[in-house]
């Protein structure tokens, strides 16, 4: 560690020169993460195009977080980091997950950097982190309306090794738990473990035994992780793969003599729970695909870029609305005239009671409510018929009680899904996304929202985006613009009415900035696979906007880059190094972020230090 500091002095170096010659705006991610060692950690990190149009993350701070959790405090130690950098003024949106105090945070912080803004202007620059939207929808489908009560609950058990108590809360959420408590069982001891690769030997001698493979994740599901649905997916999936294996360890444990070597009944899975299992798991596996899409950054237009939180919401709703009306249709239709559009679900309410729903807020996609009439299967197309009759068949065939569990998880999940959704209307820059994206444009929009009220949310998404661009964008270079509109200034003398209808008969004064906006929006969809690329070659036709543009592109989907940091700290801080102190930890973790990410040269003296 001698070495460190030096390194780091180095590697920041480098970092600033970057960032200070980046194309766009530099765009802000946050999270806090208690580590190991008890202490409290904030990663900050920036999105940026660097000069040479290329998109790069960087890690800017891992600070210790002293006093309390407030949005004020947040603000002021993530301003005193761009202080550090020496970026304040380039500062374009902050990504960060749902929590109110954030909402505090980049209020304040936004009004630190721009005393002009008010409000709105700061919402507007206030991006929600699509993965932990995703987090809560799927949390929702899973654990239903009390799931915060129930995971706090079951941390408690766990904490206080009250193991039954925690088995019997799981065992309260249905299939999903059982499997997890088998999962558990199956790996609270080696001997049990090793029994399980012989069952699983015993079906089929050359596979591997790849439930275990995955890590210790799907057997500590309640873990403090913001993500960990993802593992209970995975969990789920990969049980649903090796179920015959799984079976066979069970009928074998089952026969032992002694109570405790057994599992207990409560926890056996019927061959219903398997079904319901398959059902989950074809549900949450969108869920899964887009944050596994939206957690990287991948090259080209896709896989964690801003545009993809519209449309990935999009597609989802659509996903959990099909599945709603499948359920409807089979269980019991519910006439739409008498149901109220603008209802909402009680979220403690009994399972029987929650409503079906339309989509609020953001538009609804046709007049009548389509989820709750049933579908006439003969109207699908060919390659979406076979797929929903086994769908059909699968539900019918399961209990009633199952049935409407699976129809109120679907509903809690649209429901939270929709609120969100809704959400996006607070910053213009999530439609703008959409619409400066060339492959897509307002078409996109215009195709999606193409009904009633829907045209609405087209001229507002417009709207919003020419108030922005006028807002923040305005550019000295207007006033020397050849083809701008001047006022012809007469004598004195000459009649002022005259002045104004000659004045008049010259059109109305337009910005260069409307008229690129203007000519933008006429244009139809141009294919292309990088948008940032598009965009810098277009930088002659579209000076302004493309600024605009480029910053919008340089936008994270998500803050992961964070939680990416947060995982290698947890790798450094073993058992063995529980004494590092935070400044000391916080260097090594900016140093491994730059080196992974090539900013500085990797000599000998560079992987001598990545070895200790």
Known sequence: MDHLPLFFTRGQAYVKAELHSALTKIHI???????????????????FVNNMGQHKSRLIAFNHMSGDHSGLNLSNNIYETLQQWEITSQVGVVVCDNASNNDTCVFALFKRLNPTMNQLDCQARRMRCYGHILNLVARALLFGADREVF????????????????????????????????????????????????????????????????GSKESHLLLNNETRWNSTYLMIHRALQKRAEIETYVNWVQEQDVATRRIPDDDLLSSEDWKVLVEIRSILEPLYLQTKRTEGWGKGDGHGRLWEVMTGMEYLLEHLEEWKSLYNSILHPIDSQQEDESSTIDLTADEE???????????????????????????????????????????????????????????????????????????????????????????????????????????????????????????????????????????????????????SKRGCETSRQQDELETYLRQPPQPTGDPIEWWRDHKSTYPLLSRLALDVMATPAMATDCERAFSTAKLTLTSQRHSIKPQTMGQLQLTKNWLKGRVMPVGSEVSSLMGS
């Open 29 to 47: 991610g946050f999270d806090l993460w208690t580590s190991p060692n008890n202490y409290a950690y904030l990663a900050v990190t920036a999105h």
């Open 151 to 214: 995971e706090a609950e079951s941390l408690f058990y766990q904490t206080v090794h009250h193991e039954e108590e925690d088995l019997r809360l799981w065992r309260k959420t249905g299939p999903v738990s059982k499997l997890r408590n088998i999962v558990k069982f199956i790996r609270a001891s080696p001997q049990r473990s090793e029994r399980f690769r012989k069952a699983a030997q015993e079906v089929d001698a050359g596979s591997d035994f790849e439930l275990f493979a995955q």
């Open 353 to 503: 009671s929650l409503p079906s729903q339309t989509r609020s807020g953001r538009p609804i996609r046709s007049s009548v409510d389509s989820q709750t009439q049933p579908l006439q299967e003969s109207i699908l197309p060919q390659h979406v018929r076979e797929d929903w009759s086994q769908r059909t068949a699968r539900f019918r065939d399961l209990s009633s009680s199952y049935q409407e569990h699976l129809r109120t998880s679907v509903e809690l999940a649209w429901q939270k899904l929709s609120s969100y959704y809704t959400k996006l209307e607070e910053s213009p820059l999530f439609a703008a996304s959409v619409i400066l994206h060339p492959s897509l444009g307002i078409s996109y929009l215009e195709a999606v929202w193409d009904e009633g009220v829907q045209l609405e949310w087209v001229r507002d998404a417009k709207k919003g985006l020419r108030d922005y661009f006028d807002r923040w964008y305005r550019s000295e270079e207007e006033s020397d613009d050849p083809t701008a509109v001047f006022e012809i200034t007469l004598p004195s003398h000459e009649d002022s009415h005259f002045r104004q209808w000659v004045q």
